[in-house]
């Protein structure tokens, strides 16, 4: 140091804090954020996501924004409806700050401005609706809200995306009304469907006992059906029986008719049958035979029919 002029020392002590004072105003925004800059004591420019540095005593930096989405939930608010019924609503909002610099400049108080805005609106809508109606429309009544809210809010540089009825509390009296109601629509509902259930029950009996009838009239039919075919088959067969036994003896009265013939017999030889035929015809019963001319007229055969006329 012994060495080094006074002016070297300063300058180097200069340099320093150069240095220093570049490092001090050097800055990094990290990512999803901005930063507003003011030189002067107006606004200058917006730093986004990356590495900045900030001219000392000109500059200065006025706020820090985050432009990530952002979600607040607001106290119930006192809401009157068309038919007047007083109650309980708190909402939960989901907006983004899409311009830092509106954001900074246009509204004082962004938070406080939004929270009354949204009670207003909220006011204006129910208002318009009875208790019913706004039990069973919060779409409606949540879209209506986004659209109201996000078209009040695009000056201040906010974009609301969504807009939730989280709640609604209806007075005490009113709950009471609404449960005792629940209470008897499930026992109505209850009512139908243990009604429905028998009247099932009834149908399927029934539906039980047509089957079973008409099963059993089906089976009785077939059984007449089988017993009919059976008797049919019985008879059909009796009366094939009895046409070959006819056809049995006529053939063998022709077969004998046939044999009688190939033998040739003589003229005594047929007598001498037919006498036999007419004594197995009286058989010791006729009292009176009626004798064919041609066995009158044969000479010799007196005294057989002198013997069948004995046996009288």
Do not use: C
Request: aromatic share 4%; net charge negative; proline share 4%.
């Amino acid at each position: 140091m012994g060495g080094l002029s006074g002016g070297a020392i300063a300058a180097i002590i200069i340099a320093v804090i150069i240095i220093i004072a570049a490092l001090a105003n050097i800055r990094v925004v990290p990512q999803s954020f901005a930063v507003i800059i003011e030189r002067l004591g107006k606004y200058a420019h917006t730093w986004n996501s990356g590495l900045h540095i900030k001219l000392p005593i000109l500059d200065r930096i006025v706020k820090r924004v985050s432009l990530k989405e952002q979600v607040v939930d607001f106290p119930p608010q006192p809401v009157i409806t068309k038919d007047n019924v007083t109650m309980q609503i708190d909402t939960v909002l989901y907006f983004q700050i899409v311009d830092p610099r509106l954001y900074t400049y246009g509204v004082e108080y962004p938070m406080p401005a939004i929270e009354n805005l949204t009670a207003t609106t909220l006011r204006n809508i129910v208002g318009d609706l009875e208790l019913d109606q706004t039990l069973t429309s919060r779409d409606k009544i949540n879209e209506e809200m986004r659209i109201i809210l996000d078209v009040a809010t695009d000056p201040w540089g906010i974009k609301v995306n969504r807009v939730e009825l989280k709640s609604i509390i209806p007075p005490r009296e009113i709950q009471d009304a609404m449960e005792k109601q629940m209470k008897a629509e499930r026992e109505r509902r209850e009512s139908i469907l243990r009604a429905e259930g028998e009247k099932r029950s009834a149908v399927l009996v029934a539906e039980g006992h047509k089957e079973s009838v008409i099963l059993e009239a089906e089976a009785q039919k077939r059984s007449a059906i089988l017993a009919a075919e059976a008797v049919k088959e019985a008879r059909v067969r009796e009366a094939e029986g009895e046409a070959e036994a006819i056809v049995q003896v006529q053939k063998a009265i022709a077969d004998g008719i046939k044999l009688i013939n190939e033998a040739q017999p003589s003229n005594q030889a047929i007598l001498l049958k037919s006498f036999e035929a007419l004594e197995k015809v009286a058989d010791g019963k006729a009292t009176k035979i009626i004798v064919p001319t041609e066995l009158q007229g044969l000479a010799g055969m007196s005294s057989v029919v002198k013997g069948l006329f004995d046996k009288e």
